[in-house]
């Protein structure tokens, strides 16, 4: 049997296992041993990475583009790390830009490519750098290679590809994890979330992208601390939505957001509604909006977040749309108010920009309107702005089983016939006829000037 003394040992040994590498010779994979070439890397890179070693700098690329590379996976970008400071880097490229306030960073254009330089950052100094929560409030410390590695997020993002050798820099068991298809926190887990929550999004969306799993710990830190997403600014969790719905694994990682219970943090309403659900409705729709997404996405057509939002909010606006018209509000009145409602409550959680909100009102607010064709309607409908988008979320209902099919096919052609076959079929619709009539003005008579009075 273990002594007390062995067992607290070999648990707080367990307990601070991330901890014993610190300090520690890193692990170096050489040129010989890994898969990354430099054909992979983009040139833009490769032409700061050369910059800053010729200057006498240290220069490594670092983060998800090597750990993307060692996957098998194309980076979106390529982010730089080094021993020089902003105002260095600056000075060595012409067109780059200082940015940031937290912590300085540098951006060097190349085109519309944008490289990101950030100088190695040492963990916060002093306990006033930490808000009462935890989080990290100020974060511009400087410091070395290893303090680099360790105040990372996750062990797989903190690879450092060195451009002088070529070799793989690992100080924090990152290769391992990568290998064993793991998403690890660096460090303590309640620690590293409450510096900063949104790490908790940062992983699901890796389990979606990458199709790695959470480590046991990571996992249940998720369970046990999504509430502390409610203390984000709204704007930052904008955008991580985009994040995490716009880059073609929306429908695997709304799943994950919703198992781990983050989807509830951001989108109260919705998923209030969803869990109430008793028909399947709700999900049905925006399971097959995010799909339809991802379709988009993977065939390199535009996305919009407008409609994902209105995909994302629709049932909380429909059904308060409908306790309006219970109450003796007419139709379109009743969803031109529900969508403002909604809209004003959630940005209180994702503080979606007017220039998207107000789409998703016009995509909202036009659904009622092309139930009603009769007349001019149909016409005035088909020139607004946003007809093509309102009809696509017209379709995306019926597709998830409102009965909608025979006013979806009816717009579908209207679309695609002439003028005079359009104004047939309004004409042949029930009412057509007298809708199309409008209503005659009587014309007003002025009075005769000097007019004698009749003789009587």
């Not at 995909?311 to 219970?326: D, K, S, T």
């Not at 017209?394 to 679309?415: H, K, M, S, Y």
């Not at 004409?427 to 009587?456: F, I, Q, V």
Request: hydrophobic residues 40%; positive net charge; charged residues 30%.
């Amino acid at each position: 049997m273990l002594s007390i003394n062995k067992l607290i040992n070999k648990l707080v040994k367990g307990k601070n296992a991330d901890n014993d590498r610190r300090g520690h010779e890193p692990v170096i994979v050489p040129r010989s041993e890994h898969t990354i070439s430099r054909k992979q890397i983009s040139q833009n890179a490769l032409n700061v990475l050369y910059t800053l070693k010729d200057a006498g700098f240290e220069a490594y690329l670092v983060g998800g583009c090597v750990r993307d590379l060692l996957l098998g996976h194309e980076p979106k970008d390529f982010d730089v790390a080094t021993n020089a400071l902003p105002e260095q880097v600056h000075s060595l490229f012409r067109r780059s830009r200082l940015i940031g306030r937290r912590f300085k960073l540098v951006h060097v254009r190349f085109g519309r490519d944008v490289i990101e330089v950030a100088t190695f950052r040492a963990p916060p100094e002093a306990s006033n750098h930490v808000d009462e929560q935890g989080r990290i409030m100020q974060d511009n410390v400087y410091g070395n290679l290893e303090q680099d590695a360790w105040r990372r997020d996750f062990t797989i993002n903190a690879l450092y590809y060195n451009i002088r050798d070529f070799s793989i820099v690992d100080y924090t068991g990152g290769i391992d994890d990568l290998n064993a298809g793991l998403i690890k926190l660096i460090g303590d887990v309640e620690t590293r979330f409450r510096e900063d929550p949104v790490r908790m999004l940062r992983a699901l969306r890796f389990v979606g992208k990458l199709g790695l799993k959470l480590d046991k710990d990571t996992e249940a830190g998720i369970f046990k601390w999504a509430a502390l997403l409610a203390d984000i600014p709204p704007a930052r969790l904008f955008d991580e939505t985009l994040k995490l719905y716009l880059t073609g694994n929306a429908a695997v990682t709304h799943e994950l957001l919703c198992h781990y219970g983050l989807f509830d943090e951001m989108y109260p309403q919705t998923a209030k509604l969803l869990h109430e659900e008793k028909d399947g409705y709700p999900r049905t729709l925006l399971m097959k909006a995010l799909e339809n997404t991802d379709r988009r996405i993977d065939d390199d057509r535009p996305v919009t977040p407008a409609f994902l939002f209105a995909a994302l909010l629709w049932e909380p606006a429909r059904q308060r749309a409908q306790l309006l018209m219970e109450h003796g509000m007419p139709e379109i009145p009743a969803m031109q108010r529900a969508s403002s409602e909604v809209i004003t409550d959630q940005v209180q959680r994702v503080a979606v920009p007017k220039r998207f909100s107000m789409v998703t009102r016009d995509i909202w607010n036009m659904q009622p309107r092309l139930m009603k064709r009769q007349g001019k309607r149909a016409f005035r409908s088909l020139l607004h702005p946003k007809f093509r988008a309102a009809y696509d979320f017209l379709a995306l209902r019926n597709e998830a089983g409102e009965p909608l099919e025979e006013i979806v096919d009816w717009w579908t052609r209207f679309q695609e016939v002439s003028a005079n076959e359009q104004e047939k079929m309004v004409a042949g619709l029930s009412g057509g006829d007298k809708a199309a009539k409008p209503r005659r003005r009587r014309r007003r008579r002025k009075p005769a000037a000097n007019k004698a009075p009749k003789d009587d």
